[in-house]
């Protein structure tokens, strides 16, 4: 029999289910099954889980309270050890739970086998997955207002720096630069907002539910619910178990993130090619080629757009995972990990490497302007013109769209047009006509809340700002 066998069908390090059996897998079925490697992550969230219990069960009489004590003493040496690196996770062990199991048993003998009193793997899993994500969502959502407040303080340095926007990819209305990077960093705002609402449903303690069916000892799932600072426990045992939604409705937050900086990083590896050249990536940011010596390459912003098809596979992983199980439990959960860590470890590192990127670029101003003037991006402030004059909009709309014909056909833009060109087009027009052609004008006179004028971006960033203190204080 292999050494791997030996783990699994004798010792304290045994997998928790041997003693049914009188062989175990081999060595090769030991390594398919285990989810170790996933779950080291979880060690010390198991083992808070498990003194909340283990506490529970002293305070309902199930175990004697100063064996209980010494299993939550004993537990915590195990978290301080493993956090310190002087215990090491043996990979051999079948789980995380087995893992920390075996070493209590291991200190405490039959003591330490008192603390799965009352207990499933199943209900154990649940409680894991929902204390890891309570504490490693807020970190990700640290790093998403990080990168919000970037892009405030970048709009608050571009308020009047104008750069054309599109439709289509054609040139559309001028816009400024603040106008534009506040409307990425709403995107996050709703990201953020997406997050935290999730965990409010991850916010109940399934643990108690056992198996499947609770238990027939007198558990207080209320008491662990608030020693785990849990808004409560979970209603209904058979769902506490067979419940992953947490595991997909994070996977979704994070996948409409990941889709959002995939937009982003689309716009910065167009706007820092040649044709466009809005944005220069610091050269941290930045590769070159093994071939072409003269290349600077956005392979970051690449790389983040790249990854965004990874967390979404993740997501595929986890719907496709639930769509055909039964109530209860079944061993299929047990791959929800590989793909709740993935989708959380690529975002995560995603927006740290977005923020850094953007933080560090150049914008290139005047580039940014000059996509102002060419492409008739002011005829609809030339219809808006006439239409203050009287004129029905959708004749407005013709009259403008002659001009830019005339234009087209000769060579100018709007605001070069001949005043008496104008007029043959309608007598509504007259020289003050060019005062509201230009960019700035054309910008500056989109009072609508939300708009790209000065003010109107101000009090977008004021709100803000107003957002991330509030943020923060929670």
Not at 113 to 138: C, F, M, V, W
Not at 335 to 364: H, K, P, Q
Not at 375 to 389: P, S
Request: net charge negative.
């Amino acid at each position: 029999m292999s050494s791997d066998n030996k783990i699994i069908n004798g010792g304290n390090h045994a997998a928790l289910w041997h003693g049914r059996f009188k062989e175990g897998p081999d060595a090769e079925a030991v390594a398919f099954e285990t989810s170790i490697y996933e779950d080291m992550r979880l060690a010390g969230d198991d083992i808070r889980g498990s003194r909340a219990h283990v506490k529970m069960l002293g305070k309902q009489g199930i175990i004697p309270g100063e064996e209980a004590e010494k299993i939550a003493e004993e537990l915590g040496k195990i978290a301080a050890e493993i956090k310190d690196g002087s215990l090491q996770i043996d990979t051999s062990a079948e789980d995380i739970h087995s893992f920390v199991e075996g070493v209590l048993t291991d200190r405490l003998g039959d003591t330490g086998r008192k603390l799965h009193t009352g207990r499933s793997r199943n209900d154990q899993i649940a409680l894991d997955e929902r204390l890891y994500l309570r504490h490693a969502l807020p970190e990700l959502n640290e790093r998403l207002l990080f990168l919000i407040e970037t892009l405030a303080k970048l709009a608050a340095s571009h308020t009047k720096d104008l750069m054309s926007g599109y439709t289509h990819m054609q040139r559309a209305q001028p816009v400024t630069l603040a106008h534009h990077l506040l409307a990425w960093a709403q995107m996050l705002k709703r990201d953020y907002s997406r997050i935290q609402d999730a965990l409010s449903r991850i916010n109940l303690s399934p643990l108690g539910a056992g198996a499947l069916a609770g238990s027939g000892l007198p558990l207080d799932r209320a008491f662990v619910a608030e020693e785990l600072d849990f808004d409560g426990a979970t209603d209904n045992s058979l769902d506490s178990v067979a419940d992953r939604d947490y595991c997909i409705e994070i996977a979704s937050c994070l996948s409409i993130l990941m889709m959002h900086l995939s937009r982003f990083c689309e716009e910065v590896v167009i706007w820092s090619t040649e044709e466009f050249k809005f944005i220069e990536l610091s050269e941290k940011w930045s590769t070159g080629s093994s071939i072409m010596p003269q290349k600077k390459n956005p392979d970051f912003a690449e790389l983040i757009r790249g990854k965004t098809g990874r967390v979404y596979g993740d997501l595929m992983a986890l719907l496709t995972l639930m769509k055909g199980l039964p109530l209860t439990y079944n061993r299929d959960l047990q791959e929800d990990r590989r793909s709740l860590f993935d989708a959380y470890d690529t975002a995560f590192s995603c927006v740290s490497i977005f923020t850094s990127m953007i933080e560090t670029a150049g914008w290139n101003i005047d580039r940014m302007k000059a996509s102002c003037f060419g492409g008739h991006a002011n005829a609809t402030d030339l219809a808006d013109y006439l239409v203050r004059k009287g004129m029905p909009f959708r004749t407005a709309h013709g009259v403008s769209a002659s001009a830019v014909r005339y234009c087209i056909e000769h060579g100018c833009n709007l605001e070069d047009m001949p005043l008496e060109e104008y007029k043959k087009l309608s007598e509504l027009i007259d020289s003050d006509v060019y005062d509201i052609l230009p960019p700035e004008a054309c910008v500056n006179a989109r009072l609508t809340t939300g708009g790209p004028a000065e003010l109107r971006v101000e009090e977008q960033i004021k709100k803000l700002e107003e957002f991330l203190r509030s943020a923060k204080e929670k």
